[in-house]
Structures are given as C-alpha cells and as structure tokens.
C-alpha cells in the first residue's frame, strides 16, 4: 500500500466539461495560493481547450495565464493537456512547432505535460515526450481507454509498453468518456502495474456514475494517482469529487496526506462561482446529472449531443435510433479507434451521413478519407480493406508517422504574423489558431492605444505655438 495522489482539474478539465472552459483567470486568481497549499500530486491548470477558449471567447492570453497561475502556485507541479503532434488544435503540426511549443509551455511554467494521440498511435507522441525531457519536463504518456473486441489488456499493457518505449516518465490511462468500471478498472491497474515499472495515473469522467467507485477499486490494484475536481465543479460530466476520495481513503494504506478543512475552504469559493454559471446559463442542468446511455452505447456524452444536432439540422430527427446503430458498424470499418477528438467527430458525421444518404459511404468528409488513408496515423486495428478501396479510390495509404511529411514550418508562421508579435510565445498562438489569434491580437492593440490615450492628460499639456 502506499499513498495516492490526487490530481486537482478545477482549472482545466473541471471547468472545461462543464461550462465549455468559460473561466477566466479573474475568477481563478483569489484561490491559486489556496490551491497550492493543499500539497496536491499535481494541479491541471493549462491545455485542453484553455488554449482555444482563451483566446477565441475571454480575449486573454493563455501565456499570460499560465505565468500567472505559476506566480501564484510556487510549491505545486503544473501540469497541462497535449494532443501528441496535433498539440492543441485538430490537425498533425510539423517537429519544429511541437518541440517549440513544449519549450516554450515548460519555460512558462508546465512541469508535466500529459500527451495523448487519439488513436493511441505512440509515433505520434514521440516528438513531444522527446521534447519535453530535453526541457527538463515530466513527460507522461498516455494511452485512452476504449471499449472494443480488440481493446483487451494485452491491447492496452502492448500499448502502455510501447509509451515506455518512447521515453514516458509515468503513464496516464485516459477514460474520456467514463466507460471504465471499478473491476475492469482493478484488472487494467493491475496489469499494467505488473508490466510497466514507471508510475501509472488514472483520469476519468463522472458521465456514467461510476468513477468514484472505479477509483477506489484502480486504488486497491496500486495505481499510483487519480484525477479529481474539488467538488462544486465535479461529477456530471467533470471528474469525481476531491474531498469525498481524501475522505474515503483517511487513515488507511492509501491516505492522500490531504486536509479535508482546507479543502472546505477552496469547495466555499467555488460554490457560488457554480451558483453564477448555472444562474447565466454557463453551465448547463443537462451536464450535471448521470447519462447512463454512455454506458449503453459506448459513446461520449458530447459525441451523442454532436449526433443530435446534425440530425436536426437535417431534419432526420427520426433517425437518431439507426444513427447509434450505425456507429459501431462504421467505427469497426476505420479499426477501432478510441471516441475521442478526433476520431469521435469522424466516426459520428460518417454515421449520419451513412444514414442520412441511405447508403453506407455515399459521402465521405475529407476528415474520414484522412483517417482512412491514415493521416491521423495507426489505428487500433486494420481498416476494413474493401471500405478503404471505396474511400481513397486508388490513392495509396499513408504507413509512416504521419508528421513525417510535414515540412518545417516555423520560420514561415514567424513571418507570416509578424506584424502581430510582442513575446516570443505569440507565434505558435497563430499557428494553432492563426484566425482567432489574429483577432485577439489586434484586440490586444487596441485595448493597449485606449490604455494609452486614458494616460495622456490633455488638460495640462503644453501646446506648441
């Protein structure tokens, strides 16, 4: 037995699921010292869709935040979300702007950098463990947890080797969409606890209503970490409560070490916080409360909502029930990749359309012929050979790391925005999301000329003649 760390996501992946990564670094600012005196294993305070959000909705700059957090949190590592070579945007960026951004996150503050690949490819981690270690950051590799026939714990302890391989400090298993029961979970721990020797992490959502539970049973297989939001920005769609795990596990083997009186302390400021997203509709009932369909159909609770809005604005509504039933069919095509963004968007639009169009593969969005022709890279298992022909019409299928035929790009984006840049860190903002970034910078200018005409004191200043 050895004591559990706990992971604190109240400032990205809490806020993130449920009201669409809305807050601000404002409203975070009066508790990070709270926060950093808990003695959490980690605080997941960056990456994910903060990047996006910041700039596209809160008009921050999410460098900023991350520097501010850092000045504020002085004892506790900070960790942050990567997509592996997508970094955090939605397509594959070539070695030079991974490696940048990795430099650039783990100057700023990042001490763990938690990368994942949606298709659980390792290729696609490489560039970015590689350079986070040269940085002097914890590079945790990650493998996302899926249901499928060929997702069994060889599938996963192969993967979870294969990370080790490419330089993982410790391994997180990913279960985005709260599919991991408590005794699947203890066989999953146990099995990669017996054949990986670096520490391994769990993260899981609340969707289903058994996260707390498959904690506790991941605890007792020896998982050495488990992902927790403080409890009024928890459950529903969120991770499992903070203070009910250091609760539940005081005064046994596993005690977190954790004061549940301060923890009280940092529940009282975030309750009205709560209080004020559901009262302005930030945060919506609906993510708050247990989808057992998640659990039925295997897909996450967003995919499902992803699903329904498509067939709306089709005016298919009707169709929904052959919709579910067809995304197996189409995911067991494209090799079982994990429903995670990504491969969740394709596997659902191919679905819809399959169905919509009344014949399977009619349409195919330039985003499913990608990952057919294994742009995304490797994926679980083989596509379906005669789908595959259907889909790229003769066009030869990618086999290597798909980055490798990016060219260098970082020089290009430099001039390209140059006109924008005031730090370093504002180029690869405009790679990611060039734009959105664009946007927020001359928003920046303008609230920097206005800041500037508020200084000057026209009554007083001396006219020349």
Known sequence: MAKVGITETVLRDAHQSLIATRMTTEEMLPVISKLDAIGYNSMEVWGGATFDACLRFLNEDPWERLRTIRKHAKNTRLQMLLRGQNILGYKHYADDVVEYFVQKAVSNGIDIIRIFDALNDARNLETAMKACKKEGGHAQGTVCYTISPVHDLEHFVKDAKEIVE??????????????????????????????????????????????????????????????????PMSMGTSQPPT??????????????????????EIAAYFRPLREKYIATGKMNTKVMGVNINTLIYQVPGGMLSNLVSQL????????????????????????????????????????????????????????????????????????????????LKGEEPITCRPADLIEPELDKIKDEMKEYMEQDEDVLSYALFPPVAKSFFEYRQAQRYKIDSDMVDYENMTHPI
């Open 166 to 231: 490419a330089g993982a400090d410790s391994i997180c298993i990913k279960d985005m969409a709260g599919l991991l029961l408590p005794y699947k979970a203890y066989d999953l721990i146990k099995a990669l606890k017996e054949n990986v020797k670096i520490p391994v992490q769990l993260h899981t959502h609340y969707t289903s209503g058994v996260a707390s539970m498959s904690y506790i049973k991941a605890i007792e297989a020896g998982v050495d970490a488990v992902d927790c939001a403080i409890s």
């Open 243 to 264: 203070e009910p795990m250091v609760a539940s596990l005081k005064d046994t083997g596993y005690d977190t070490g954790l004061d549940l009186d301060k923890l009280t």
């Open 312 to 391: 709306k604005q089709a005016g298919k509504e009707d169709k929904f029930d052959e919709v579910l039933d067809e995304v197996p069919r189409v995911r067991e095509d494209f090799g079982y990749p994990p429903l995670v963004t990504p491969s969740s968007q394709i596997v659902g639009t191919q679905a819809v359309m399959n169905v919509i169009t009344g014949e399977r593969y009619k349409m195919v969005p330039k985003e499913s012929k990608a990952l057919v022709k294994g742009e995304y890279g490797k994926t679980p298992a083989p596509i379906n050979k005669e789908i595959q022909d259907m889909i």
